[in-house]
């Protein structure tokens, strides 16, 4: 897992190479939604994708992450499917009810069933290297989903400088961001984290716990500010050493936003430790990889100090074989 982390860089880069290469099967139309389904490290390149899109589409971009697909989702309807090994079986049953539903389909893929199912449909399925844990894949099939839009119109393509500042920042920090990650991680060793981000940054939060769960083998939640200052606020208030919130911070967060967190970094440390991880960059993207890199390597630092295999993810494997069984 540490190789493919290193790598994180060269891969955003290739994939760039591969969007900009693809030919789409599909001429550019209109729609009146767009839903993009798929699941964990598959689905998290959307989940970033829709917090940078919020604010410049002009129709709806939903997440999906079921067996099943809403009621809208018909012939004008957009369906990005997502799936890195393309055996993921709620995505491929999203994907069989949206040729079922006529909508227009483009998949994100190595292959798999997925592929099958994308060659035999004549749907356009945007090819990706295979043979890597599909969390360790966030570059490639982010980087997709947003050629996507591209092709389709709903962005333009200024997020390709984004990214190769982005890829340029984390390369020459290289170091320095391991060195901040091992200090991250022996702060976190041993205790729950406890993620807080700016709601428009919530995908960033949710990849970082998700890698937690997977890479370190442990437990985490996250929250987003303001909603967390509605309820979850209420539940610091009880001293326990085994928990540390941890708030993912960018200068350009909203400025009540901001005060809010500040706010709650007070509160919170009446109870338990907390700890700020602040973003690089002006792009939204050179923020997001900045923190998505650092805490990945924060994760394979906690696996190492837990000694734990980063890479395995046996339960997950068994709850497959186990499903496989019951079909």
Known sequence: MNQLVLNFPNQLA????????????????????????????????????????????TVPFIINKDYFLPGFVNEKTLVIVSSYSGNTEETISAMQQAIKAKATVVCISSGGKVGALAKK???????????????????????????????????????????????KTMVA?????????????????????????ASDFESVA???????????????????????????????RDKDKTRVAVFLRNESDYKRTQLRMNINQKVIQKYSSSIEIWSKGK???????????????????????????????????MLKGELAKAK
């Open 14 to 57: 290739e994939a760039l190479k591969i969007g900009q290469s693809y030919s789409f099967l599909t001429p550019k139309k209109e729609f009146n939604n767009v839903l993009l389904t798929g699941l964990g490290g598959s689905g998290i390149g959307g989940s970033v994708v829709q917090n940078f899109v919020a604010e410049k589409m």
């Open 283 to 317: 792009t939204f993207f050179e923020k997001v990889f900045s923190i998505v890199h650092l805490t990945d390597w924060v994760t394979v630092y906690l696996a190492d100090l837990h000694g734990v295999d980063a890479t395995e993810v046996n339960v997950i494997d």
């Open 173 to 197: 920090d290289e170091k320095e961001t391991q060195k901040q990650a091992k200090s991250i991680a022996k702060k976190l060793a041993g205790k729950t984290p406890i993620i807080y981000a």
């Open 206 to 236: 949710v990849r970082f716990r998700q890698q937690i769960n997977e890479n370190s083998k442990m437990l985490a939640w996250h929250h987003v500010v303001p909603e967390m200052n509605h309820n979850e606020i209420v539940g610091w």
């Open 121 to 167: 449909n004549n749907i356009d399925c945007i090819p990706l290297p295979g043979g890597m844990p599909p969390r360790s894949c966030l570059g490639y099939s982010m980087v997709q989903v947003l050629y996507v839009l591209l092709h389709f119109g709903y962005i333009k393509n200024d997020f390709e400088k984004s990214i190769q500042a982005a890829i």
